[in-house]
């Protein structure tokens, strides 16, 4: 079957829009190639202080006869997700003395979790340590060492980070290499119902600690289908990881063996070899675009909808929500894992997996499969399925039929005919809205707003007693620029509380609520923010909201003459702590969030402008 129309006309809007900015990072690129510091042009005294304590591998780094592999690693031991990457390294350095080649640990990157900063002060830091991680990563190649990277990341922010910061490296061949997902535990549902009933007072601490407990229990990726698996699914339908790696669960003999065959991957695309795949060919335009039809074939997280257009800006790409909600009229869903089913990501990888997934969407031309990707087979390698025969790892032939369509079905017969992501527009601005969380019932929400600057507001008039009414709750001064745009999923209880007590109830917000993103209807990612005179800015207690996301509307319902009239809201006073103080200047020079809402990017454009 030939290219999806609209694949089509999306992708050509994109390749036009960026022809000046992708030139110009490929003529960048091409010049550290030719140019830029490596190996051979590091006078004595650099080269020595770098394999000083190599080892093993010293003879070989100084001699200059065999690739090195520069290791960029997310590892702690504090995140689950992360965890697994301790060992890493030491395998890795003897995955490629095998082939003649080394590995060094170039660098680490901080690797933050929204899970453990939820709702805390903290959280107000995990947008930019985005940016924090592109410029580590940026640190960590910057020595020149390197013929190649490996690129050690899972979760939210973290993979972004990775490839924005290893795209300034673009000639350089680079994998990705995942971790797997921990063991299914408690029923996502099964948390979720917990976490309303602490919110209504039904069960307290201690019930509510051990059913998060028995669903967060050991190493390897949370099993709910949230930003950190949606980036495994982004880098399969990229082809930036080893066929099928991403969701294998750690400490496993397949994993172990995905993890070699990625070191070996790096050795063969080499420059010095026939088969030279650099980052900066991989990621594309057509690249950029496979990556947001996957996130709307599988219901992933709206967090994509800042992270995609920051990673293709770092490419010289330029992708807008415009470009997702095109792609979204014509993309079919094709997943139920929760937050949209119940199912988590053990589950659907057993059901067929991103292979299924990649299958299926090719067949349907809703993939680009002429995409240079890491694997040899080109994109198609990545419809099959990993598996050990006598400790010798093969892929077997696509799946034809999923393994259980509750969770998985083909793109002739999806659970949905679209990808269930809408740009809405109107007096408020633009905004994102997650129709496949939501019931079609509940898209069109009009109701009186109640106002907050603060979260913690919204979680005191709850317990008071004052949303309970049909109610579309604002909650502005989230935005990048006010206070590094935060999640709110600690407000995910309460409402879910109300729209269970047959309120209609909705969320209006310029910070984030996504990832996990649940059943109530929310406008998230507004922009423009409120701060400094954003429309969120002008709303009032007691106006009228209409929502739509049937033809992705929003808008205040007030007397134009009135609205003119009014003064903005200010920005409640900022507190210092937390290390919050510290990003001021990201929060300053933050963009919008359609554009990606970074600082770093926006600094580095100005400059080359």
């Not at 949606?230 to 400490?251: C, K, Y």
């Not at 103080?581 to 990606?596: I, K, N, P, V, Y």
Request: aromatic share 6%; hydrophobic share 40%; glycine share 12%.
């Amino acid at each position: 079957m030939g290219l999806n129309a609209v694949l089509e006309g999306v992708t050509g809007r994109v390749i036009q829009r960026s022809t000046p900015t992708r030139r110009r990072y490929l003529e960048l690129i091409a010049r550290q190639q030719d140019r830029g510091v490596n190996r051979p042009r590091l006078a004595c005294g650099n080269l020595a202080h770098a394999f000083a304590a190599a080892g093993d591998d010293k003879q070989t780094i100084r001699a200059g006869s065999g690739m090195n592999i520069g290791i960029v690693s997310a590892y702690n031991d504090m995140l689950s997700a992360h965890q697994p990457y301790g060992r890493y390294p030491d395998q890795m350095r003897l995955f490629a003395r095998e082939l003649g080649a080394t590995a060094q640990v170039a660098g680490c990157v901080p690797a933050m979790c929204d899970g453990v900063t939820q709702g805390q002060p903290g959280m107000e830091l995990s947008l930019f340590s985005r940016d924090t991680i592109a410029l580590s990563t940026a640190v960590a190649l910057s020595h020149g060492m390197f013929e190649g990277a490996a690129l050690l990341g899972i979760c939210d922010k973290i993979v972004p980070g990775l490839l924005m910061g290893a795209l300034r490296f673009g000639h350089l061949p680079m994998i990705l290499v995942p971790a797997g997902p921990m063991g299914s535990g408690l029923p996502n549902k099964a948390k979720q119902e917990i976490r309303q009933l602490f919110s209504e007072g039904k069960v307290g601490r201690e019930e509510l600690l051990e059913a998060e407990a028995a669903s967060y229990h050991s190493p390897g990726t949370c099993t709910f289908y949230g930003t950190a698996n949606t980036n495994q699914m982004m880098m399969e339908v990229m082809g930036l990881h080893v066929p099928g790696a991403a969701f294998v669960p750690p400490n496993t003999k397949l994993r172990q063996a995905l993890t070699r065959e990625a070191v070996h991957r790096l050795v063969a695309m080499g420059a010095e070899g026939d088969d030279y795949r650099p980052l900066a060919r991989c990621i594309d335009e057509k690249a950029i675009v496979n990556a947001a039809v996957g996130l709307l074939a599988t219901g992933g997280s709206t967090n994509l909808a800042i992270h995609l257009p920051a990673i293709a800006r770092a490419a010289g790409i330029i992708i807008d929500w415009e470009d997702l909600d095109r792609l979204s009229s014509a993309v079919p869903l094709l997943t139920r894992i929760y937050p949209n089913g119940t199912a988590d990501v053990n589950g659907f990888h057993a059901a067929g997996g991103m292979g299924f997934v990649i299958g299926t969407l090719l067949d349907e031309g809703l993939l680009h499969d002429d995409i240079l990707t890491v694997a040899a087979g080109g994109l198609h390698a990545y419809a099959g399925t990993p598996q050990l025969k006598d400790d010798v790892l093969t892929w077997s032939e696509r799946r034809v039929h999923s393994g259980d369509e509750t969770i998985l079905r083909p793109a002739t017969a999806p659970f949905r005919a679209d990808g269930g992501m809408r740009l809405m527009q109107g007096n408020l601005g633009r905004g994102i809205f997650k129709t496949s969380a939501v019931a079609p019932e509940r898209w069109t929400i009009e109701a009186a707003a109640a106002v907050f600057d603060d979260q913690e507001d919204v979680l005191r008039a709850f317990r008071a007693g004052e949303l309970n009414r049909d109610v579309i709750v604002v909650v502005r001064f989230q935005g990048p620029a006010a206070n590094g745009m935060p999640e709110l999923h600690k407000l995910t209880p309460s409402l879910s509380v109300l729209q269970d007590r047959g309120y209609r109830v909705a969320l209006v917000t310029d910070g984030r609520m996504s990832g996990a993103s649940g059943k109530v209807p929310a406008v998230i990612h507004l922009t423009p923010e409120a701060l400094p005179n954003g429309p969120l800015a002008y709303v009032q207690n007691g106006d009228t909201i209409r929502l739509s996301a049937g033809d992705g509307s929003i808008n205040v319902l007030v007397d134009q003459a009135e609205w003119s009239a009014r003064t903005p809201a200010t920005q409640p006073g900022q507190e210092d702590g937390t290390g919050r103080e510290l990003f001021s200047f990201m929060r300053t020079g933050a963009d919008g969030a359609e554009q990606g809402a970074s600082a770093m990017l926006a600094a580095m454009e100005n400059r080359a402008s």
